[in-house]
């Protein structure tokens, strides 16, 4: 499940007002009094577009929308419209299984996430623009590829604000009938919580009632962003809006589609509690696995098909902080990581929607992954490698679409990550798989200004290719499950002097001899890099940019992988123009 903002960099957990976390008991977490979790006076507003890769299909190949189709990569479906989730299909099965809930079920293939991405950046682009015209100052982000959220907080106003009576649609509040019954379902997992929950009537406290009112109306705001979305781009959405990010995104899958759901604070606690625990963010299989120990220690029922929220509030806090110093990335931050998981567990989240400021991607990757035992020698790694190259040099043209010419941005850092079986590891392991990353920097201003696929192509592999020497790999005994480039670091580099674009500007010696290799838990060892140095002895300032950088590059590769290169491929490397094929008359001149 993706992350809506990014736990690393997450302030959501202040020291609660209380000071709970000093003096809580280790067995006795706070719980959520209903009138703290409506004291968060925010609106979010988090959306989800309906079966997204199925509606980009009805759209770009006119599928009828009555047929039951679902979208295959590899041996999986990644997703199926709701006609056949109707009969039973579901995301993330295998093909096999779906085709026994659905035999005359359409699958398609989806590995191609080109097209899904231009989709994705309109809807967002349209979301953006709804929520600012709504008010500007609606700090607006994007999540995953079809998730989005918005802080509504600064447009919602209680007095003298129309928009109740105008805005059409219905609204689904949980909760407002006596008896609910809803489906929380993790997908990667496929663990589902059924819960049936009967609402007494009771009076709302201030407090609540105030609440309620901000929320009804930003779910009106809601449905009028989602009906623009609707109109502008075809794609129908799902809304979730309560206090918080975390109450807005249970919220938005509460019911689907096409629907705007509220989530009132008050009403949250039950369905927390049976919630599946991978279902909070930033609790994935990893954290599970930790807690897995400490989770049976206290587990009510003996073997439960999965977690849920409940089973981790009954566990004492000081053993799960125990248990997550197991976790690489959380090592020495294990405290603060129990508070962020707890306070999830019972709603409270006070993280931050910050605006993204047009929602270009951070990171443009791209990856491939192989069986074990597949890939196997370098030269193959090297073919490879030609066609994620490729995929990255037409990403970085899409990016370039995101950003305005105000801000127009350029990648500044390449990295090539490795997933290798480690045959030492497999004895003891499972999946015996070590993960590592080598980066240098990167002209992205040199790479935008090639025009022609063919020049970027060679650009990027002339600037993986030093990694990949330095991964220091064996011509034939290697074995590769995972090959992924990322190019990060993106930079307004528009605002060099105005000569730069047309020289090749040589990245300091310091860069080009450092990679930073990056094991499986993230933990960074600054390593020298075993490639020569060279400089760019003698490069004249009249060759253009790609001349330069290739020279640059060329003196700078593997002989191993230099040998394995098509013989055109080297000469345009060296820039070595082929031998001009004797004519009869220069016979006849030597003679
Ligand atoms: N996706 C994927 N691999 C996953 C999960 C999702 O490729 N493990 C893709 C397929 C989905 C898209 O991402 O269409 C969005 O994911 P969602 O979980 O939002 O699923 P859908 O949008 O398809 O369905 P829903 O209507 O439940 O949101
Ligand atoms: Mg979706
Ligand atoms: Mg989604």
């Known amino acids: 499940m993706p992350d809506y903002y990014d736990l690393s960099s997450d302030n959501s957990v202040r020291d609660t007002d209380d000071g709970e976390s000093s003096s809580e008991s280790d067995d006795d977490h706070e719980s959520a009094s209903t009138e703290g979790l409506a004291s968060d006076h925010r609106c979010i507003l988090h959306v989800d577009v309906d079966c997204f890769y199925c509606q980009c299909e009805i759209q770009d190949r006119q599928i009828p929308k009555d047929k039951p189709f679902a979208i295959g990569q590899k041996h999986i479906i990644v997703t199926c419209n709701y006609v056949a989730r109707a009969m039973g299909v579901k995301k993330l099965q295998s093909r096999t299984a779906a085709y026994e809930a659905c035999p005359q079920l359409l699958i398609i293939e989806g590995s191609d996430l080109e097209r899904y991405r231009i989709h994705a950046r309109k809807i967002y682009q349209t979301f953006r623009a709804a929520c600012k015209r709504v008010h500007p100052d609606i700090a607006v982000r994007r999540g995953s590829m ?94 979730g809006v309560s206090v918080n990010p975390l109450l807005a995104k249970i919220a938005s899958g509460l019911k689907k589609p096409a629907t705007v759901n509220v989530l009132f604070p008050w009403r949250s606690q039950s369905l927390l509690a049976s919630m599946p625990l991978r279902m909070i963010p930033g609790v994935g299989r990893t954290t599970v696995k930790a807690l897995q120990h400490c989770l049976e220690k206290n587990a009510v029922s003996s073997q439960p098909s999965f977690w849920t929220c409940q089973d981790l509030l009954s566990v004492p806090k000081q053993n799960i902080v125990s248990c997550l110093e197991q976790v690489p990335v959380f090592k020495h931050s294990c405290e603060v990581q129990a508070d962020i998981i707890l306070h999830r567990c019972i709603g409270i989240d006070h993280g931050q929607i910050h605006d993204d400021e047009g929602g270009a991607p951070k990171t443009v990757s ?66 015996p798989f070590v993960t590592r990353s080598k980066q240098s920097s990167f ?91 060279v400089a760019l002895n003698g490069a004249s300032t009249e060759m253009s940019i790609h001349e330069q950088a290739s ?14 290169l098509p013989p055109d491929v080297i000469s345009e490397l060296r820039h070595v123009k082929p031998k001009k094929r004797p004519r009869i008359d220069d016979y006849f001149k030597r003679v």
């Open 146 to 239: 079809d998730e989005m959220m918005a802080d509504l907080s600064v447009a919602i106003r209680i007095d003298g604000d129309d928009r109740v009576n105008h805005s059409k649609g219905t609204v689904y509040i949980y909760g407002e009938n006596d008896k609910e019954s809803i489906t929380l379902r993790e997908d990667q997992t496929g663990a589902c919580s059924k819960i049936v929950q009967e609402f007494q009537a009771r009076s709302l406290s201030a407090l609540e009632r105030s609440c309620s009112e901000r929320l009804q109306r930003a779910s009106h705001i809601a449905l009028e962003i989602r009906q623009e979305i609707l109109q502008s781009t075809g794609f129908t959405t799902t809304m």
């Open 366 to 431: 791209v990856e491939n992954s192989f069986r074990r035992g597949t890939l196997v020698r370098k030269d193959a790694l090297c073919a490879e490698m030609e066609e994620l190259y490729r995929r990255l040099s037409r990403l970085l043209q899409e990016r370039r679409e995101w950003s305005h010419s105000s801000n127009f941005a350029y990648p500044t850092t390449i990295r090539l990550t490795l997933r290798t079986v480690d045959e030492k590891l497999a004895s003891e392991k499972r999946r």
């Open 443 to 533: 002209d992205g201003l040199a790479f935008m200004q090639l025009r022609d696929p063919a020049q970027q192509v060679s650009f990027l592999r002339m600037a993986i290719l030093p990694l990949l020497h330095a991964f220091g790999l064996k011509s034939d005994a290697i074995d590769i499950t995972r090959a992924s480039i990322a190019t990060t670091g993106f930079q307004d580099l528009s605002a060099r002097p105005k000569d730069s674009p047309t020289s090749f500007t040589q990245p300091s010696q310091s860069n080009l001899s450092t990679f930073v290799e990056k094991t499986e838990h993230g933990k960074s060892n600054r390593a020298k890099s075993r490639s020569p140095r």
């Open 551 to 564: 020279m640059f590059h060329y003196n700078k590769i593997d002989p191993f992988i230099l040998s394995q």
